[in-house]
């Protein structure tokens, strides 16, 4: 299951939601879907109630702890049955080029490396970023209620804080994650942190994992357009004139 934040115009209002990737491509509005479901299902005051069982928010979606991702589960597996029938409402599930992808977790509970300490969780930024330095690809482990690991996303160490991907990938990702400017790539194996022993995380809390060592890009110059990318998701940034420097040219 891939769990993102959207943001899309509706009318003079701007929806902001949890959405989730369908196969076809589209992004369930998965708060909206789940309180049509339950008024089909006869359940009383249905938009209050599927805004606690799935809410329009990933943030309290993990507050919720593994009973709210099962929920969100059940709710995309309803989405994507009616999809395959070709009658999934647009507003429901609009498509990617209708919406504006942000972090998958916009304003995260905490944000620390693997050794303690802090990075500054009001910084965060997602897709599109322009980066004041060369990139260090990671990943990330996002923490759910009790404890437990949530997910894991793309992410980078960036000016204090992090660039978040636009996904959380609610199961560890297979194959390599990659790094690439033009004709220019470096890839790590995803397996290369598996084993890896992660301490317990508050609901919300996202913890850099330690960068692989890559070697730096060459011929970068302002502007260009970094790609870093696993399997589920790329992560399209821009170098800033800040980020070039003689040692990486």
Request: charged share 20%; proline share 9%; hydrophobic share 45%.
């Amino acid at each position: 299951m891939l769990l993102g934040t959207a943001t899309w115009d509706e009318g003079p209002a701007v929806r902001r939601a949890l959405v989730a990737r369908l196969d076809s491509g589209r992004l369930a509005d998965l708060s909206r879907i789940e309180a049509l479901r339950l008024r089909k299902l006869g359940e009383g005051d249905p938009d209050r109630l599927a805004e606690v069982l799935v809410p329009a928010s990933l943030r309290r979606l993990l507050d919720g702890g593994s009973r709210a991702l099962a929920r969100a589960r059940q709710t995309l597996a309803y989405a994507e049955k009616w999809d395959r029938r070709g009658t999934l409402p647009e507003f429901l599930a609009p498509t990617a080029s209708a919406v504006a992808l942000g972090p998958c977790l916009p304003r995260p509970a905490a944000l620390r490396r693997m050794d303690g300490s802090q990075l500054d969780r009001l910084g965060v930024r997602g897709p599109g970023a322009e980066l004041a330095a060369p990139p260090q690809p990671a990943m990330a482990a996002v923490g759910l209620a009790g404890g437990a690991i949530g997910g894991f996303c793309l992410a980078l160490e960036e000016a204090g804080s992090l660039v978040l991907g636009a996904w959380l990938t609610d199961a560890w990702p297979t194959g390599s994650l990659e790094l690439r400017s033009g004709g220019t790539r470096r890839s790590a194996p995803l397996k290369a942190w598996e084993g890896l022993d992660l301490p317990p995380l508050r609901a919300g809390e996202v913890l850099l994992l330690p960068p692989p060592k890559l070697k730096p890009l060459h011929g970068l110059v302002a502007g260009a357009e970094v790609c870093l990318s696993a399997g589920f998701e790329q992560l399209v940034l821009r170098l800033g004139p800040e980020s070039v420097h003689p040692t990486v040219q």
